[in-house]
C-alpha cells in the first residue's frame, strides 16, 4: 500500500455492494473458548488480520495444536479442558488488546510461568486492573518494564494455590443440599470471588467471562465501577451461552455456576459491523447506497446500533437477501445529531469523518475511555478534522464538530486501523485528503484500502 493513501474524491453517489472479513472481536473470543474447550473445535469465517494471527501465534507458543486454513477462512483447535500444554512459554501478543487481555487472564489461572511480550502500542495501554485481579487470587507478576502495563513475567496462581487447590479469593458460598442414601447431606460449595474495575476497558471483564470454566467451583465478579455493562460484553455473555456456559448479571455482579465447561464444536464467525460501518459510512455522506453481505439484523455486535445512528439522521436502512443496504439522503440533507456512544464507540470516528458533511452539529458524549485505546481517539479527531479546516470542541469525555467544507490535508494516523480507515471517508467528497501510514489498518482489515481503491475507480 505504500506509505501514504491518496484518497480519491468522487462526485457521484456510491453504488457500492462489498463483504468484510470476519469479527475480530468474535474471532479472538472463538480462539480463547475454543482452547479451553476439551477436543477438536472448527472456526469458520475467522478474521485474519494482525490481532487475529498474534492470537493465533500465541496459542502455538503455549503449545495448542493448530490448524490454519487462510484462504478458507477455518482455523481448527485442539483444545485442552482448560489446561496450557507448554508450562513455560514466551507469547507475543503485538498491539492486540483482545490477545493481551485474554491471555493474560489465562495464563494468570494456569499452573505455568510465563512471559507475554507486547508492541511499543499496547506497552501504554491500560493493564493494572487485571494485573490487580489476578495478583489477588494468587498470580504472580514481575514487570519487565514500567508497572502496571506489558511486557511482564506472569507465574499462574495455580502454581501457588493451597487446601487442595483452592485459589486465593475463593470463599464459602451459600450451604446447598444433595441427597445421599437414605439422608440429607451438605456440601460447602466454593467460589472465586473478585472485584473488578471496568471504566476503562470492558474487556478486562470479557477475559474472566471467558476463562471461567478453568475455575471449577465457580465464579462471581462483583463490578466496582459505575460502568458495568456494555456491548462487548454481552457478546461475551451470548457466545458462553451458545457454548454452554451460563454468565448470569443482576446489574452489578456476574456469576458463573460451579462445573461450566465448553461444549460447542463449531464456530461461524459473524461478519465484522465494525468494518461494514466503513461502507454505511460513505453511502451516507453520498447520498449513495452500499450494501454488506452477510450483515442481517440478528447480527449480536454493538456497533449494529450504528445503523440507528443513520438512521436519525436521515438514511435508509434495509434488510435485504444478501445482506443489509444503507441509502444516504440526498447531499447536503444528513442531519445532525446528539448521542451518547459509550456503548458503541469504536464508531466514534466513523461519526467524526462524516460530521463535516451534515447540515448541523454532530455531538458524541461518554467517550471518554477511547483515548486510552491503540490512540488517543478523541483528540485524534479533533486534531485531524482540525487540519482539515473543521471546526471541533474537544472536551475530556465528549466532542462537538460543526459542519463545513472540508480542506486537503495529510491525516496523521497515530498507528491506529481506526483513524486509518474511518478519515478515509472524509476524502470521498474533498479532493486532496491522504492517509499517512495506511498500513496500520492491518490490524483488523488489511485489503480495506484495496477494496476502496477498487470501489473508487468504478465507472
Request: proline letters at 3%; hydrophobic letters at 35%.
Amino acid at each position: 500500500m505504500g506509505e501514504k493513501y491518496f484518497v480519491k474524491k468522487i462526485d457521484k453517489p456510491v453504488c457500492w455492494e462489498v463483504e468484510v472479513p470476519g469479527s475480530k472481536s468474535m474471532t479472538n473470543r472463538a480462539l480463547l473458548m475454543a482452547a479451553l474447550t476439551e477436543g477438536t473445535v472448527e472456526l469458520e469465517g475467522v478474521l485474519f488480520s494482525d490481532d487475529s494471527r498474534y492470537f493465533l501465534s500465541s496459542l502455538q507458543s503455549l503449545g495448542f495444536e493448530l490448524t490454519v486454513k487462510e484462504i478458507e477462512k477455518i482455523v481448527t483447535v485442539v483444545g485442552c479442558n482448560g489446561e496450557i500444554p507448554k508450562k513455560e512459554a514466551e507469547i507475543y501478543v503485538g498491539s492486540a488488546g483482545t490477545a493481551a487481555r485474554f491471555l493474560t487472564a489465562m495464563l494468570g489461572l494456569s499452573d505455568g510461568s510465563y512471559v507475554i511480550q507486547a508492541s511499543e502500542q499496547m506497552k501504554q495501554r491500560p493493564m493494572k486492573p487485571l494485573f490487580h485481579l489476578l495478583e489477588g487470587v494468587g498470580a504472580e507478576i514481575t514487570y519487565l518494564e514500567e508497572e502496571g502495563f506489558l511486557p511482564i513475567h506472569i507465574r499462574g496462581c495455580r502454581n501457588r494455590s493451597e487446601e487442595g487447590g483452592m485459589l486465593r479469593g475463593e470463599k464459602d458460598s451459600e450451604v446447598t443440599e444433595k441427597k445421599s442414601v437414605g439422608k440429607k447431606d451438605t456440601e460447602m460449595i466454593k467460589e472465586l470471588y473478585l472485584e473488578l474495575d471496568i471504566s476503562k476497558s470492558t474487556q478486562f471483564l470479557s477475559a474472566m467471562l471467558l476463562i471461567s470454566p478453568m475455575v471449577k467451583r465457580g465464579m462471581k465478579i462483583h463490578i466496582t465501577s459505575e460502568k458495568t455493562d456494555g456491548s462487548y460484553i454481552r457478546i461475551t455473555r451470548k457466545m458462553l451461552e451458545e457454548a454452554g456456559v451460563t454468565a448470569g448479571f443482576d446489574g452489578r455482579d456476574y456469576t458463573v455456576p460451579a462445573g461450566a465447561s465448553y461444549k460447542k464444536t463449531h464456530y461461524r464467525i459473524e461478519p465484522d459491523v465494525s468494518a461494514a460501518c466503513y461502507f454505511y459510512g460513505a453511502a451516507a455522506i453520498t447520498g449513495g447506497s452500499a450494501l454488506v453481505k452477510n450483515v442481517h439484523s440478528d447480527n449480536s455486535q454493538g456497533d449494529m446500533k450504528f445503523l440507528e445512528v443513520l438512521r436519525d439522521m436521515g438514511c435508509a436502512v434495509e434488510e435485504e437477501l444478501e445482506g443489509i443496504r444503507v441509502t444516504g439522503p440526498e447531499v447536503g440533507k444528513l442531519k445532525g445529531i446528539e448521542l451518547n456512544m459509550n456503548d458503541f464507540s469504536d464508531q466514534a470516528l466513523t461519526l467524526a469523518a462524516m460530521a463535516p458533511y451534515a447540515n448541523s452539529k454532530v455531538r458524541m458524549t461518554g467517550i471518554g475511555h477511547i483515548r486510552g485505546q491503540e490512540s488517543d481517539r478523541l483528540h485524534a479527531m479533533a486534531a485531524e478534522l482540525g487540519k482539515a479546516g473543521i471546526c471541533c470542541a474537544e472536551e475530556q469525555s465528549a466532542i462537538t464538530i460543526f459542519p463545513g467544507q472540508p480542506k486537503a490535508a495529510v491525516i496523521e494516523t497515530y498507528e491506529d486501523h481506526r483513524v486509518a480507515m474511518a478519515f478515509s471517508l472524509l476524502g470521498l467528497r474533498t479532493e486532496g485528503i491522504v492517509i499517512d501510514h495506511p498500513d496500520c489498518c492491518k490490524k483488523t482489515f488489511e485489503e480495506y484500502f484495496e477494496i476502496l481503491e477498487r470501489l473508487t475507480e468504478e465507472k
